[in-house]
């Protein structure tokens, strides 16, 4: 009974990563977490927040090109829902 008490919330298969042509297995989330915090570190600046705008606009459902394409008015607009 004490080792399920112990077990709680781990995982008995390996965490994988896959980032470039490497795929690394961890043991424990705190592994996988220190790995993916390596490779955060490793990461320029402008890298970081090249990924983040990617992400933004995935989440949003626009293009590169659909937001270039917009005219620039240098106002910000707030939608109240």
């Known amino acids: 009974m004490g080792d399920e008490e112990e077990n709680k ?3 008995n298969e390996p965490s994988v990563s896959y980032s470039g042509n490497n795929i690394r297995v ?3 989330f705190d592994d996988a977490a220190k ?3 390596a490779d955060i ?3 320029s600046p402008e890298d970081r927040i090249r990924e983040t705008v ?3 606009l995935r989440v ?3 293009t590169q ?3 270039n394409e ?3 008015n240098m106002k910000i607009t707030i939608i109240r829902s």
Request: charged share 30%; net charge positive; glycine share 12%.
């Open 35 to 37: 790995g993916e915090l």
């Open 41 to 43: 570190l490793k990461q």
């Open 65 to 67: 090109e659909e937001l």
């Open 26 to 28: 961890y043991t424990s």
């Open 54 to 56: 990617q992400l933004i």
């Open 9 to 11: 919330g781990k995982i």
């Open 60 to 62: 949003y459902g626009v």
């Open 70 to 72: 917009r005219t620039r």
